[in-house]
């Protein structure tokens, strides 16, 4: 067997990488900034809430099929580059927004909507992209847990300099930072663009294009065991998302670095397991740490049960965010070298697509029921019941571990 080449001594990959690195360092800083816009700027409520929540998601449910017959169809380099440019111009205008007085709810719907469309765009080009950046099958564990331990490193720094960000120099500075993020991130992967192939001109009609990434996806039941149960749960998570700032800040009092704070803990969840998925998959059993991350997944619970002094609610929230992060991250590096084991190339972008339809199609439903169930029954009780809810990834992931579905080939080979 060859020698694996080390990932750093891959160039293309490096700028990929480092770029991925950038901006999503300034899309943490704006994931926390425009919530806080929407409350302690445009004083939203819970319904407003839910529906900023549900457009950001909104793409996934109307646009993912259809993205994805393009992601298959175009140069993925590219449109990760126009992606980039793109989510950095429409973000900007926030902050132009708000400096002139403008800015209105209205304006955070659109913004919110268009960027998630970009972003969805890049998110099925990024995973469909990596195995033409990574030729060496047997480097792509390891590709997918750098990629995964980037982006927990930016979710680290990420929120705790969006809370220090908006505490010292207001949400919209903040924001402006990552539309910067953006457009520096779509220049280093201009420097550094390696291999971007044309996919081959498909002649099939668009219906049978998308038939033909359903049909490749159900022939790989562990990648639907977890992208079924992670959807499920998801559709849970986002009505949290949908009220956990306004909680944070109308009931329990916290500042935004406060948030900003436990944004950090939660987020070593996912840096810790960019670090060791790809040793736990040599070791133990892959199906089963899919087990344990579907319980951890449920680490959200602690958001409503938080209480005390703000130390405290800090720690136990951070807590409940680490776990769900370390849960959710690990089965994402598992399923994405799944994927690239035993998806052919040219169906990446849409079985991608069928995925992000399951997972974030139900958002905006999800976002909308977190935002009404917290005004007719109260912040508190609605976030417990929907924590309690994200559990139901459990029995998903169980039951394709028991039949052996979630196990990763030993020695894959290179496909043409």
């Not at 991925?20 to 302690?40: H, Y």
């Not at 490193?153 to 990552?178: K, S, Y």
């Amino acid at each position: 067997m060859s020698e694996v080449v080390p990932l750093r001594r891959n160039r293309p990959f490096a700028f990929f990488w480092t770029a991925q690195l950038l901006s999503n360092a300034g899309t943490q800083v704006s994931e926390l900034a425009i919530p806080l816009i929407a409350v302690l700027t445009l004083s939203a409520g819970p319904t407003a809430m839910g529906v900023l929540t549900a457009l950001e998601s909104l793409p996934s449910l109307v646009l993912a099929l259809f993205l994805g017959v393009y992601v298959d169809r175009l140069r993925r380099g590219r449109l990760l580059f126009w992606s980039n440019i793109g989510q950095g111009v429409l973000i900007g205008t926030v902050p132009l927004a708000a400096a002139f007085g403008v800015l209105t709810m209205g304006q955070l719907y659109v913004v919110t909507f268009a960027v998630g469309t970009l972003a969805l765009a890049y998110g099925l080009a990024h995973t469909a992209y990596v195995p033409a950046l990574v030729t060496d099958r047997r480097q792509l564990t390891a590709a997918n847990s750098s990629i995964a331990l980037t982006d927990s490193v930016t979710a680290v720094a990420g929120p705790g300099l969006g809370g220090v960000l908006v505490q010292l120099l207001t949400a919209p500075i903040a924001v402006a930072v990552d539309a910067a993020s953006f457009l520096v991130a779509a220049v280093l992967q201009a420097f550094g663009r390696g291999p971007d192939p044309l996919p081959p001109a498909e002649k099939v009609r668009f219906g049978l294009s998308i038939r033909a990434g359903f049909a490749a996806f159900r022939q790989q039941p562990g990648i639907v065991a977890i992208t079924i149960g992670k959807g499920s749960a998801d559709f849970f998570h986002w009505g949290v998302l949908a009220l956990y700032v306004l909680y944070a800040v109308r009931e329990l009092g916290l500042s935004p670095a406060a948030i900003g704070a436990i944004a950090v803990i939660g987020s070593l969840g996912p840096l810790l397991a960019g670090l060791i998925t790809t040793p736990l998959t040599r070791r133990f059993s892959t199906a089963w740490t899919a087990v344990i991350a579907a319980i951890l997944v449920g680490g959200g619970i602690l958001i409503p049960f938080a209480n005390g002094p703000d130390l405290l609610v800090i720690a136990i929230i951070g807590l409940g965010q680490f776990l769900l992060g370390l849960g959710v991250v690990h089965l994402i590096i598992i399923r994405a070298t799944m994927l690239q084991h035993t998806i052919e190339p040219s169906l990446l972008g849409r079985v991608g697509a069928v995925i992000r339809l399951i997972e974030w199609g139900t958002g905006p439903i999800g976002g909308l029921t977190g935002g009404l169930l917290g005004a007719a029954i109260g912040l508190r009780p609605a976030l417990i019941l929907l924590t309690a809810c994200t559990l139901t990834a459990v029995p998903w992931i169980t039951r394709a571990a028991i039949r052996g579905y979630l196990t990763l080939p030993t020695h894959p080979t290179d496909r043409t």
